[in-house]
């Protein structure tokens, strides 16, 4: 009976919620009235106070013009009682009556000062001022500050505004005058600003010229509000507060005016009175809660579990997953909800620790990836910096001898094992805590040895290296096992992380090639590092200069010889070698990991061209490297590329080739997922020289083999290589990929490969690389059937 009673209770819409509802929107619609009555009042009573406020800025404003004239005034009789200056004017000694100007004008801020003679007329200006300036004042206006000594004048001279008084000097007649001048300047609005809360802005203006702003409190915005409405507005809308304005004339002659505009916030003025209207809003929201008391209650079983959902889903959103979700238990809707958050939240935490998983651990062996190894290298670092002297700490890195031998006769699946046998080998090589054993990629490893130096860091490697004396034995099979080992040590060897890896590296390879097993690095072992700095620093700025040339080579349907694609090629345009060959920098830039720029500027130079000639005309294929397919974010970078130029991903075709794929397989199919997905063309480049293996091929979502110039070029003499290029075909063809096969030099291989039901060749019989201007007229020439190849058979492709 009571869960009846409750279930009633809580239904939505019944008689008890309509009544509070009714109850509650009588009281917003009577306070809504209220509040609307208050604020045009509010809104009236600050208008009428701003008008007033306004009114009295304008006397201040006024009277601090005065008050600035008497000083005026005060240092001009100073100056006409100064004996030294009355002899001059009576010796006519201009030169000295100048340098008095000068020193009395500066003593009181007075930038324009001058002697006019009895006739009013200028006689004589202080140094480094403009007489002819001066001339704009020397008008009608100047007999009435004759006749009235005590008064003033605004003027502009120079396009500035200038307050002049005019003292006579006598002896004891008059015998001249001395005219003053003081600039009209931001210090005397802000003066005026700190006396009230009204805001000001001096205007001036010429004949022939809109008005112009001389100085303002004003900000920016509404300046600009202001210049917009055109200097004198009674009310000015400056985002979202009304300013009310009065203008103040302080110069109006013929020829020129001078007006200050005088501004106050009608906001500023209303803010006090919103005391009353948070009182109002205290009792609208009293009423609310206690029309609204027998509703909480009511919603209260449904609102609490809801909340502590929506806490769950903020937790979640966190990253926080390891607190079970509460009200699971309950077997209404909410219930059910609460149990889905629940599933939900524990399926999110396996996905996110595998990711994390994959991110920073190796799959095979179970150890730290290089991102992980590199992040770990880089806190040590850090956490030593601070140090005085610093701890050291040894990088030491190792690539097997002899593992794509073993890989090839063996097959992948035992190199994964002797992989793990190694991983397992290293770990337990008695490190300490703190030093830790990684996977870069492929055969290659690493280990972090903290608080070690090159010393202790060459013993270490002395026992790794004694270890790998001993056979590794995996099911029926044996198998001896060396490796290179290099070291490097911070901070003797490198100050930061990259430099230490990169030359832990160094070592490595030095070892590898002098066959001493362990290297500790140096100097000399880098013989290159500064031409290859020197020739990484031109890279760069062969991009910046705009030095790189996009080259295309056509590919064509071997069925019908049209031109239905292109391979885009770099090619660098030295300013002082001329065209530098691909083989003398791409394999640096790959080694430099710069290739990713050049990948990024390849194909945004193929997206500029494709949107030159019109999407869907043909293909363009583009070349990825290693770096490209392990970096996360590449997907993205071509999805902006793409976004800029306004092409669809469906116009070109991506080439790896498989030894790119295998450096980190898992990794490399995770992107090249996330490229298919987004509708690229994925093409395994050089198929058949590489180490990957069916299983790979079949999970990859490629769609297309690339045979190998190396078998195509020969096949027309050699049976085995024939038969490696029918077997490729055939292959592909029950994968349900296209093929493309490169290196088709004459028209005996091209009659060959279409026998073979090859789709698409591409080689020098056809054309080689060409600038991609080139390419579009050699295009519309071969469709037109203008071309022959160089060999003299083009004819034999129609």
Known sequence: MKARAWRGWSLPGGLSSRIVLLSLVLLLVVQAAVFSVVRIAIEQSARRQVAQELRVGERVWLRLLEQNAQKLNQGASLLAADYGFRDAVGSGDLDTIASALENHGARIGATATALLDTRLQLRAVAEGQDAAALHSVLDGSLRALADDPSAYRIA?????????????????????????????????????????????????????????????????????????????????????????????????????????????????????????????????????????????????????????????????????????????????????????????????AAQQAEIRRLAYWDRQTGLPNRARFREAVEQEIARRSGEDPPRSLSVLMLDLDRFKHVNDVMGYAFGDQLLRAVAKRLTQQGLRNGDMVARLGGDEFAVLLADSDATSAQQVARRIAKGFEQPLALGEQTVDISAGLGIACWPVHAVDTDTLLSRAEVAMYAAKSKTTVVQLYDAALDVGSVQTLSLLTELRRAVERDELRLFMQPK????????????????????????????????????????????????????????????????????????????????????????????????????????????????????????????????????????????????????????????????????????????????????????????????LIWHQLRALNCDEGQGYFMSKPMPSADFLHWAQRWHQGEVLTHTGHGALLR
């Open 156 to 348: 502009l001279v120079g396009g500035d505004a200038f307050q002049f008084v005019l003292v006579p000097m006598r002896a004891p007649v008059v015998v001249g005058w001395v005219l003053m001048g003081f600039p009209l300047n931001q210090k005397l609005l802000e003066d005026m600003r700190a006396l009230s809360d009204v805001q000001l802005a001096l205007f001036g203006r010429t004949p022939g010229q809109p008005s112009r702003v001389l100085a303002t409190t004003l900000s920016p915005a509404a300046l600009q509000a202001l210049k917009q409405a055109g200097g004198q507005p009674a009310e000015l809308p400056v985002d979202d507060d009304m300013l009310l304005a009065r203008t103040v004339e302080l110069d109006t002659s013929a020829d020129t005016a001078v007006y200050t505009v005088l501004l106050r916030s009608v906001n500023q003025v209303v803010a006090p009175f919103h005391q009353a209207q948070v009182a109002l809003a205290w009792i609208t929201a009293l009423g609310v809660l206690l029309f609204g008391a027998g509703s909480v209650v009511t919603a209260r079983r449904v609102t609490t579990p809801l909340r502590a959902l929506v806490s769950a889903a903020g937790e979640l959103g966190r990253g926080r997953y390891d607190q079970p979700l509460q009200h699971t238990d309950r077997r209404d809707e909410i219930g059910g909800l609460a149990r889905a958050f629940d599933t939900m939240r524990v399926d999110i």
């Open 556 to 747: 064509l349907r071997l069925e019908d010889s049209t031109v239905v694609a292109a391979e885009a090629l770099v090619r660098w345009m030295h300013p002082e070698r001329g065209l530098v060959p691909p083989l003398d920098f791409i394999p640096f830039a790959e080694q430099t990991g710069f290739v990713s720029q050049l990948t990024l500027w390849v194909f945004n130079a193929a997206a500029e061209l494709l949107a030159q000639i019109g999407a869907g005309t043909l293909r363009i294929s583009v070349n990825l490297s290693t770096r490209d397919l392990l970096d996360l974010e590449f997907p993205a970078r071509l999805d902006a590329i793409l976004e800029r130029h306004g092409m669809p991903a469906t116009g070109f075709c991506l080439e790896i080739t498989e030894s790119a794929i295998m450096d980190d397989p898992q990794r490399a199919q995770a992107v090249l997922q996330r490229l298919s997905d987004r509708g690229f063309k994925l093409s395994i480049d050089d198929f058949g020289t590489g180490y990957s293996s069916l299983a790979y091929l079949k999970r990859l979502p490629v769609d297309e083999l690339k045979i190998d110039k190396s078998f195509v070029m020969n096949m027309e003499k050699d049976e085995d290589d024939a038969k490696i290029v029918r077997s490729t075909v055939d292959l592909a063809h029950n994968l349900g990929l296209t093929v493309v096969a490169e290196g088709v030099e004459n028209a």
